[in-house]
């Protein structure tokens, strides 16, 4: 599932492009695996692409966001 959303944290708006993998659900055999997120795009304000100069504390921020808004689709 692709899903572009802008996010705003307190350094700033982002948009952003990104991929979820659903989660795997566990069986006897299969522990499962959580939803993962893969940011392919990441835009400022101002429409610059900054996926590469994000510090990765943003990084991490705007996976958590993208990941509530996926488990908030349920």
Known sequence: MTIIREIEL????YTVEASITPEESCS???MGSPATVDMFTV???????VTSALDYVVYWELEDQILDYYNSLD
């Open 10 to 13: 307190d350094r700033g708006v």
């Open 28 to 30: 006897w055999d299969y």
């Open 43 to 49: 835009y400022d304000e101002q429409g610059c692409e």
